[in-house]
């Protein structure tokens, strides 16, 4: 089926760091998301891009559909503890179910 | 309830034992998934319910797997004759409708341990 590939896989960072994770895919998605999943509960939905080319920010958080329709990156900006947890990008290539990449697990250092 | 709500949170069974999950999801939501988060790993999709239609099996990893829903109302995951590799999380999460692309809202998830 299809796979995402999301790096990096984990992350310390120092509090007030910048981050940035992506996704990558070998086909086209006509979506990308990403969600963040915190421990013992579900996934949410941060941000969702329907566009190539977009960009799109929701407070701290930045993300970008990018232009081949084939990649999407994630940026936080000014890291604070509450942003631990596990970040999930997650594309819809069709008419099809969402597909998850494997997550990135973000520790941050205060 | 405000939110997507599953039981048992958690289930420790033995292998060869059938096991039951159930959802219950936002109301109003006529569109319905299960995924299975494995240690470790990202979300691994199972099946899919959009209103009266025939479900998207798609996802079901073996024939000891299915899946029920009541109109658009409960969900009923089944796992009969567990094995050790099923030990898992199995999330669940509604929308509005198919078309709300995305904007899926998942439970807290049953965790499910075979021993």
């Known amino acids: 089926g299809q796979q995402l590939n999301q790096s990096p896989q984990s992350m310390f960072i120092q509090e007030g760091e910048d981050v940035s994770m992506n996704c990558t895919s070998s086909s086209i998605f006509n979506t990308w998301l990403w969600y963040k999943q915190d421990p013992g509960e579900g996934p949410v939905l941060l941000i969702a891009?329907?566009?190539?080319?977009e960009l799109t920010s929701n407070g701290r958080l930045t993300a970008q559909f990018g232009i081949t329709r084939k990649d999407s990156f994630l940026n936080i900006s000014a890291s604070i503890p509450s942003d631990v947890g596990i970040y999930f990008c997650a594309g819809q290539p069709g008419n099809t179910p969402l597909v998850f990449g494997k997550g990135t697990r973000l520790s941050v250092i205060a | 309830g405000a939110g997507v709500s599953q039981s048992p949170s958690n289930k420790v069974t033995e292998k060869g034992k059938d096991v039951e999950l159930r959802c219950d999801p936002i109301?109003?939501?006529?569109?319905l998934y299960w995924y299975r988060q494995r240690l470790g790993q990202g979300l691994e999709f199972l099946i899919y319910f959009q209103g009266n239609s025939a479900p998207d099996k798609s996802g079901l990893p073996s024939d000891r797997f299915s899946a029920e829903r009541t109109g658009e109302s409960v969900s009923t995951l089944t796992i009969q004759r567990t094995q050790q590799e099923d030990s898992a999380v199995y999330l669940c999460?509604?929308?509005?409708?198919?078309?709300?692309?995305?904007?899926?809202?998942f439970g807290e998830g049953s965790r499910l341990t075979v021993l």
């Open positions: 109301s109003g939501h006529t569109a």
């Open positions: 891009l329907y566009k190539a080319g």
């Open positions: 999460a509604s929308s509005l409708s198919w078309e709300s692309v995305g904007e899926l809202f």
